[in-house]
């Protein structure tokens, strides 16, 4: 019987969600059975094998939705083998020192909910997202500011999506063989 895995995301536009999407069709490949959840309205009631639980970075912020999550379940969580991923455009140039920042603000939302042995973190560059369905469910300040965020992102960075699809896929190949 084939492991069964919870990818549960938390994000804003969307982009956390395509990259959970991508993770989990890795797994499926792999053997796993994945159920891919927005953690906002997601509550654990059923057993899982393992737990990939991912987040956006906004203002060196995590979602506060991942964040509560975390602190609803590090019980369970704490059970199992867990992994975190970060989708943040931080990483638009994917350096030691960018991802040795990113992972300073992962610790300094952490520090406050009882640790949870984690399996891997996967650390992956952002994107600005102004369609798809978790972007159209936004009331109209939400989308106002991210088409602001957009509108400064591609200026400053001659660009809005970082996402490295490959590197995303490899991760999530490294996981699925810490799983098995």
């Not at 590090?74 to 455009?89: G, I, Q, R, S």
């Not at 991802?99 to 640790?115: C, F, G, S, Y």
């Not at 952002?126 to 109209?140: I, P, R, S």
Request: proline letters at 3%.
């Amino acid at each position: 019987m084939s492991k069964k895995v919870l990818i549960g995301y938390s994000t804003w536009s969307g982009t956390t969600h395509e990259v959970a999407d991508a993770i989990s069709r890795e797994l499926q490949k792999a053997g796993f059975q994945t159920q891919v959840r927005n953690l906002k309205k997601f509550t654990l009631e059923e057993e899982f094998d393992a737990y990939i639980i991912g987040t956006s970075i906004h203002a060196s912020r995590p979602g506060g939705t991942f964040i509560n999550f975390l602190k609803k379940n590090h019980t369970e969580l704490n059970k199992k083998p867990t992994a975190y991923f970060v989708v943040c455009a931080n990483l638009y140039q994917d350096t030691p020192e960018n991802q040795k920042e990113t992972l300073e603000w992962m610790d300094e939302a952490l520090k406050d909910i009882p640790e949870i042995p984690i399996l891997d973190t996967g650390l992956f560059g952002g994107a600005v997202l102004t369609n798809g369905e978790d972007y159209n469910k936004l009331n109209f300040a939400a989308k106002f500011i991210i088409k602001s965020m957009k509108k400064s992102v591609d200026e400053k960075l001659n660009g809005n999506d970082f996402r490295d699809w490959e590197k995303i896929k490899a991760w999530a190949n490294e996981i699925a063989h810490k799983l098995k």
